[in-house]
């Protein structure tokens, strides 16, 4: 095994290593498997009701914390801080409604019209994995283990390797919370390790939210030990304007929904498929705000300031998908430039003309990059937005809601929204299709992934 510590916190916005953190041991990942088995036992035995309260405590802490949360993956993953307050805070209503709704979403279910007795039964399946991504450090982990925990399974966390600053702050809340030792835990493990604990049989589920590269290995790893696995991976969610009554507003919007975090969401508006109509002024209305943004300095800034990505990688690779997709002909509009220093700024930029021949058509573009489509009909529209293998989300505006419906109940997605970039909540669940992956989070699905939904029947 590597000696060299691979979690690391690397200041995105200057490229300087900030703390680097151990691999755990072998022997360290025994003892976390062995801890996650024996407090199973008695997690799953404890009452609904304590385990509810104390998973409400951890909410209460993440809303509490949300100010030092967001400064630490400010330089983690290099988000605002402000931002990554706001993250802080909705990890704490996600896991505040499965504290408060737990009970009745895990309620038996009476099947009628038997003699006896026959119900499905809700309980758990014990230890579960979670491999979770470093572009929402906070969200991510808590819709995968506030259901799990209010369910009674146990969680045992492989948080990405930049994030150790915050995955040692999240195992914190929880402890705090009084969660007794063993029901959650944090491990800095190695790839090699994952697959060792999914091959474990203490070990009953997996979840991994990440790319498809990784969903793919680790659905490999648990379909060979038969392991229950829910994948939240990538996607090139298409974003359909229709018409449009305000232009200029309806730029606004799309450029600050594909701007969240960076663009380094997964269900980002990441094809914007554009009528002919209004085409053109969106494109210029698109450019001139790409046009006007500038770099973050400092923690916080305005919305014309510009965050870096998580590393310079990350920036690199995304100008080399804009560059060939320019020498085969697109057209830059704005943006699209990184620095010649270590940091991992990205201007945000605006790209029409893609074809499918170039990279930017096929491949997610994980970063600040509006690409624009146009369109001459309704129909051109559904074929260009399911031309891809992703199938996360969709979204399909018009000011007539009729025929906005009527292309929207086409997508290919396992999220498909009408007039709104997308619809958000705790109790709204979250997942995709094809080669986004299956399962869903949050809402009263995300608790139902990892149960045991067991017939319970008592002849009369």
């Not at 900030?18 to 008695?42: C, G, H, N, Q």
């Not at 996360?392 to 970039?421: H, K, W, Y």
């Amino acid at each position: 095994m590597s000696t060299t510590p691979p979690y690391q916190v690397t200041d995105p916005a200057t490229g300087e290593v900030i703390e680097t953190f151990p691999f755990a041991t072998d022997a360290e990942v025994e003892e976390a498997l062995e801890r996650s088995k024996k407090a199973y036992a008695a997690w799953r035995s404890t009452p609904i009701e304590e385990r509810s309260a104390i998973v409400k405590r951890a909410a209460d802490l993440f809303t509490e914390r949300a100010a030092e949360l967001g400064r630490i993956i400010r330089t983690e993953m290099g988000k605002k801080a402000s931002s990554g307050a706001g993250e802080a805070e909705f990890s704490g209503e996600i896991t505040a409604y499965y504290a408060d709704r737990g009970a009745d979403l895990l309620k038996e279910t009476d099947l009628p019209g038997h003699e006896g007795k026959a119900v499905i039964q809700r309980l758990p399946l014990g230890p579960v994995l979670g491999v979770m991504p470093w572009n929402y450090p906070y969200y991510q982990v808590a819709r995968f283990a506030a259901p799990n925990l209010v369910a009674g399974n146990t969680v045992i966390l492989k948080h990405a390797e930049n994030c150790p600053r915050s995955s040692a702050a999240i195992a914190k809340i929880f402890e705090d919370a009084g969660l007794p030792e063993g029901v959650y835990q944090n491990l800095y493990a190695t790839h090699e390790q994952i697959a060792t604990m999914i091959a474990d049989p203490r070990v009953r589920a997996v979840s991994l939210t990440g790319s498809e590269r990784a969903g793919t290995a680790v659905a490999e790893a648990a379909g060979r030990h038969l392991k229950k696995v829910v994948l939240e991976l990538g996607g090139s969610d298409p974003y359909i304007i229709l018409d449009s009554d305000d232009i200029d507003e309806a730029a606004e919007t799309a450029w600050a929904t594909r701007l969240e975090n960076v663009g380094q969401v997964c269900n980002g508006n990441k094809r914007m498929i554009v009528n002919e109509g209004v085409y053109d002024d969106f494109v210029a209305a698109l450019t001139k705000r790409a046009a006007a943004m500038k770099p973050l300095e400092g923690e916080d800034g305005d919305d014309t300031a510009y965050s870096p990505l998580v590393a310079r990688k990350a920036a690199e690779a995304l100008r080399a998908q804009i560059q060939d997709a320019v020498d085969k002909g697109a057209t830059l509009h704005a943006g699209g430039e990184i620095s010649d220093g270590p940091d991992a700024f990205f201007a945000p930029a605006v790209l029409t003309g893609v074809t499918p021949e170039m990279r930017a058509y096929t491949e997610e573009l994980f970063g600040p990059v509006a690409v624009v489509y146009k369109v001459s009909t309704d129909e051109e529209a559904v074929e260009l937005a399911n031309a891809v293998e992703y199938g996360l989300g969709g979204a399909v505006f018009s000011t007539d809601e009729a025929r906005a419906i009527a292309v929207a109940q086409q997508l290919e997605v396992g999220m498909a929204n009408v007039n709104t970039p997308a619809g958000e909540g705790a109790d709204v669940p979250f997942g995709g299709t094809k080669r986004s992956g299956f399962g869903r989070e949050l809402g009263p699905l995300g608790i139902d992934e990892f149960l045991n939904k067991r017939l319970f029947y008592v002849e009369r």
